[in-house]
Every structure is written in structure tokens, then in C-alpha cells.
């Protein structure tokens, strides 16, 4: 399959709810690279690619779904967390489900908490609902800098594979000095170590991720990893997520995220 027509980097944790008469407000917590083919998938049965816990009780619909994790690792850690509130030991504030709670009511309860909490409190999450009826106001409210969204995610910007530089290239590259120079501490840029550039046009921002890092957490003193700060050369707030995320699209070739999905499906359900 050609790397430059398929999709770029989305990880998901998704809300499904029952719309089965029979099995009516039970819900399941999974993640996804693929919100619509994942959705079809738990409707569709094991057989197609459904989970277990689902199959041959939908329809299903998918109703909430976090993103905006910087790896497939983070989004199925959160998975987890959310499926397991009572094992997580960042959640041990969180109370159990009540007995007269409904299920949808305990996970929005977890979520908003969870939302709130390190390490998934520092990270530019989007809460996007797909079904806007289902919408429910979270208490805690989620931080200011993660937005909620309506609607079907965005489509992903396309990742083209970057060509391949000879060892050649790269030494005539070095001796004609084409290197970039961190603005930060002016040393010299290699590509392997993914250098974070400022998004906005014009700004001439390329540092090294540490540099850069050292940088934002001067107004966040106490913290190990920043969350935003301001660039040093056009001074706009930065989302440090975000900067994080478009230094691995641009500098990691793209993975086979169906496999991927369908693997990590697989362990989580054995």
C-alpha cells in the first residue's frame, strides 16, 4: 500500500452506547485510528473485527470520543484507565459506581475526573461528541485548553514518506553547512533528533526539543514537562502536545495503524 495516500496520525479512546432494546444503556470503552470503520466493525460482529463484549448486542453507537493523544501507547493507556477506574491509582478520588447510576452516567463521571489529572491533564486532548443529543456537561469541567468538539473528527492531514537520504547526501549536506542552528542555544540541528518548529507562518522558530522544553517550563516552574508556553520568536502561546505530535509526523515514518488497532484489540481482549 503507497504511505503517501493513507491517513496521518489519529489515536482515539471511544464511548460506545447500546441502542439494543435488550441490552438498552450498556456501553464499552475502546480505541481507535479509524472511528467509522471501528464503529461498523463492533456492529458487524467479532467475525468482522468486533470486540467480544460487543458482538451480537447492537446496534451500537458511538457516541464520545476522546483524541489528540501523541501515541498509540498514551491513548491505550487512558483506555485502560477509564475501562478500570477502581485499579488506576490516579483515580483512587474517583468513588465507585452507585447503584442507582446508570453506566453512561458512571463513565462521564470517570472521564471528567480523569481529564483533570496528571499525566492526561497536560496533554491537548479534544472531547468530541459524534452524537450531539448525548452531550452531557462534565463536573469537573475539562481544562480550558481542551476543547469540545461536535461532530465527526477532522480529516487527517495526508503523510507522504519521506525520501530516503544517502549517506552521501547527508555528509554533502554537513560540508555545504545546510544545518539548521537551534535558535535557543545555537548548536547545530541534526534531523534524527526530530527538531519542534513554530507552526505560525513567517516564524523562524527550529530548536532543539530540550532546548525548547527548558524554555517553556521557565512559566511553569515545579513541572517535569511543559504544557504551553510561549515561542521566543513570535512569542504566540504554544501548545506543547501539539508541537510534540507534529515533530513525530514529520519526522517518523508512518506505521500500518489497521494492523495496529486490530493487534492491540486482540491483547486487550484475551
Known amino acids: 500500500m503507497d504511505h503517501a495516500a493513507r491517513p496521518g496520525r489519529f489515536f482515539g479512546v471511544y464511548l460506545l452506547y447500546c441502542q439494543n432494546p435488550r441490552h438498552r444503556g450498556r456501553v464499552y470503552v475502546g480505541f481507535t485510528v479509524n472511528p467509522a470503520r471501528r464503529v461498523r466493525q463492533h456492529n458487524a460482529g ?11 448486542r447492537g446496534p451500537w453507537d458511538m457516541v464520545l470520543i476522546i483524541h489528540g493523544f ?8 487512558f483506555e485502560w484507565a477509564w475501562q478500570h477506574p477502581q485499579a488506576s491509582r490516579r483515580l483512587t478520588h ?3 459506581r452507585l447503584r442507582s447510576e446508570a453506566a453512561f452516567a458512571f463513565h462521564l463521571r470517570v472521564l471528567a ?5 496528571p499525566p492526561w491533564v497536560r496533554l491537548p486532548l479534544t472531547l468530541r461528541w459524534l452524537r450531539p443529543d448525548f452531550r452531557h456537561e462534565l463536573c469537573p469541567a475539562p481544562p480550558a485548553h481542551m476543547p469540545i468538539a461536535f461532530g465527526p473528527p477532522p480529516p487527517q492531514p495526508l503523510v507522504p514518506k519521506r525520501p530516503a537520504v544517502s549517506e552521501a547526501d547527508s ?4 560540508d555545504l553547512g545546510t544545518k539548521a542552528r537551534c535558535s535557543l542555544c545555537a548548536r547545530m540541528l541534526q534531523d534524527e533528533e526530530g527538531p519542534l518548529c513554530c507552526p505560525h507562518p513567517g516564524c523562524p522558530l527550529r530548536a532543539h526539543i530540550i532546548c525548547l522544553a527548558e524554555e517553556f517550563l521557565q512559566e511553569e516552574p515545579g513541572q517535569l514537562l511543559p504544557l504551553e508556553g510561549h515561542c521566543p520568536s513570535c512569542k504566540k502561546s504554544l501548545l506543547w502536545g501539539n508541537l510534540v505530535g507534529q515533530c513525530h509526523v514529520d519526522t517518523e515514518e508512518e506505521e500500518d495503524l489497521e494492523l495496529e488497532e486490530e493487534h492491540w484489540t486482540d491483547l486487550l481482549e484475551t
Open 46 to 56: 467479532r467475525k468482522k473485527g468486533g470486540a467480544w463484549r460487543t458482538s451480537g
Open 113 to 117: 475526573h480523569m481529564l483533570r489529572v
Open 94 to 96: 474517583v468513588g465507585p
Open 171 to 174: 555528509e554533502r549536506q554537513l
Open 70 to 77: 501523541p501515541s498509540a501507547v498514551a491513548a491505550l493507556r
